[in-house]
DNA sequence: AATGAATGAGTTTTCATTCAT
DNA sequence: TATGAATGAAAACTCATTCAT
């Protein structure tokens, strides 16, 4: 404990990680700055030290968490795969994102509610996606050429609706789960999910000359 | 005179529709009683008069939230069309309800943040959607035995899905717009991606006959 | 005390009375509106429901304040007079009320100590002061025709003069009395000082040939 | 690294004359610690170190501003002038020191706004103003016997007016300035403020028979 | 001598809610 | 039914000051 003080590094770390908590918990309007300063064993003060103001905090803790997901996108190297595994790849990754980063969906649903004025406000956040547009984009032609994807198919429509699949399982699994009386936070139904996820993208995409072949296989 | 005392009904209603308006637009945490109030032109008090508290506000605007879209989906009579489209008048009501209710997404948002604790309450909620899994599945069936839609479909999958892609497009439009410096909020977009989310959909069931067939035609 | 409640004008007016003592005696950054509710008998939440914030409380005491003297002197009627009775009324009134209305003296230390940035947001005052200029124009005009004044005098910096001599001994009647161990708030010494005044000016504006005149006579 | 290791004294003098800038721009209550650490370009906590308190920080300012102007009253030597001239530099001495150290005039404020009770502690600043009141009264005699000054005027009355002409201008110059739309703070201005004052001082003091011969004069 | 980290006590401000009519 | 006045509780935020090195 002793150590874990009077190190600034670790203390900013802290609120952020606090933050990042009850932030994804209460969502903005409904989080205490002096909860979160709590959450983090220092006190409120240090918040406005290292953040500046509520709004500070709260945005930092939203550049963390893109940033993280960013770094890991950046970590999944598609480019050298054959396109049918690259997408595969992609969509796995965002599933899997998101079942293990439920406080990234509060935060982004929360910044929506207010018009995305923190993402609005930061270059960084809305500097990094293009390349990630780009990288959809390559895959889908070279596999549009290679005869195995569809020729009309939008980039970005596609990564929203890869995000989509998933996301809104994940953000709404307590009204879903209530409405249709089954436990979706169980992990066969979100193993099942998966599955599901995958098989639609894949097949949304696949030409229509591939699933013939598919058919003639079968 | 005759103008200034309105009757208690119309009151009660400025302020549920002021209510979801700002609910939709703040959450409950955000939302201010007195910009409720103002909203419907009426004076703050008024909401504890006809409601009791700002929560009993809140649970009057879920309720009616919910009861205006179960109204909507029973008026919805797919049963007697051919498979294919029964599910594209069902891909398309559901974007199209999203589309036109952006409070009702909010008001889910919220709902899921707290753990859908009215939701569950509500027996009435959890009783009215068996039958459109059951009519899902139905029409599943139908299209797998006359060869359209492929076999291996989970109704309440495909629910979700369907429900998903609109709604990830119009709960996240904020962000959205902002990360990929679009805005999605324009009518040109809004309906482009009704056409991808329809095709997208319609892709994802077709069976690879159907798409052989379709390939052989083209 | 029942009485005194639940009347706006009566509330309002209380907490202009206690911002004014308030802000006099400690300065508008050593004022806690607390205290000044405390003082006007009312809770402090009424300050920003009837003000807004602490700084438009402080607007309006000055606002009252300026206007309080503009009434009084336009209360004086100079513009029938004799020009040297009118010269000496107008000295006379800006010593008393000086004298009446130290918290007048304050207040305007302290918005002079912050670039007068209340003053300046004010149309209102800015607005009120060129007649009084366009008075002491016209006064020494017809006093310099008349051959009792000299003719090359300004009329701003004979009101700035004018004001200057009571001003400064009221601001700093402390220091004055701690460094000449003289009670300058005794009223044998203000009645003492008044008199200098009233002939400080009227010697400083008397023409030469009116001094002349007078020398003769004596 | 001999410039990073500044000597004890470099550091207080720093530290002192950014307290006199800040005290004197906002008052004691309105200055912080940090921004008169930061003008200084030095770490808060020096302030601590080396005057004990913001109160200790700001009584050293206090008596170094008084220290100061006694210093400068000192050398004016006017025992050897004529009458007419000595008071003439006395007027011109207090104008251009206030003009020139806007921030004793602030910290005057300060001060009376509370009592004066750093003043009155301190025997030094009592005992220092009784030689000045002295001098003008022997230049007041002078003057009266040779025939250029009135007889009637009181040397306290008569220092007390000095300081209020240019006091009151300078102190008040932000006020003034919005509430007449000029700036007083221009060159110009100043310089005819100046003049007004020591014409306005010279003719309130001018005997009638000195004013008589100015007429034949003319 | 000097500094970055941390804090307790307060200050302004907000807001749901009740009072009185 | 409707409303203007008033308030208690709690929120965000500030600031002089101390701690540890």
Request: glycine share 6%.
């Amino acid at each position: 404990m002793g150590e874990r003080r009077r190190d600034a590094k670790t203390s900013r770390q802290a609120l952020l990680a606090a933050g990042r908590a009850v932030f994804a918990a209460k969502g903005f309007a409904g989080s205490r700055v002096e909860a979160i300063a709590r959450r983090a064993g220092l006190n409120k003060q240090l918040v406005y030290h290292y953040f500046g103001s509520k709004d500070g905090l709260y945005q930092a803790v939203l550049e963390q968490a893109y940033a993280d997901i960013r770094a890991r996108e950046q970590a999944l190297v598609l480019a050298d795969l054959p396109p049918e595994l690259a997408l595969r790849e992609l969509v796995l990754f965002s599933f899997d994102y998101l079942r293990d980063h439920p406080h990234f969906i509060a935060l982004l649903n929360d910044e929506n509610l207010c018009g995305a004025q923190h993402v609005r406000r930061s270059r960084e956040l809305t500097d990094m996606h293009a390349p990630l547009i780009a990288l959809i984009d390559r895959t889908l032609r070279a596999g549009a050429a290679g005869g195995c994807f569809r020729h009309d198919i939008d980039p970005l429509q596609l990564y929203i609706s890869i995000a989509a699949l998933p996301y809104f399982y994940f953000s709404n699994t307590a009204t879903l789960s209530a409405i249709f009386r089954r436990d979706l936070r169980a992990p066969a139904e979100i193993a099942a999910r998966r599955r599901h996820v995958l098989e639609f993208v894949m097949a949304a995409v696949r030409s229509e000359r591939q699933a013939a072949v598919q058919e003639r296989a079968a």
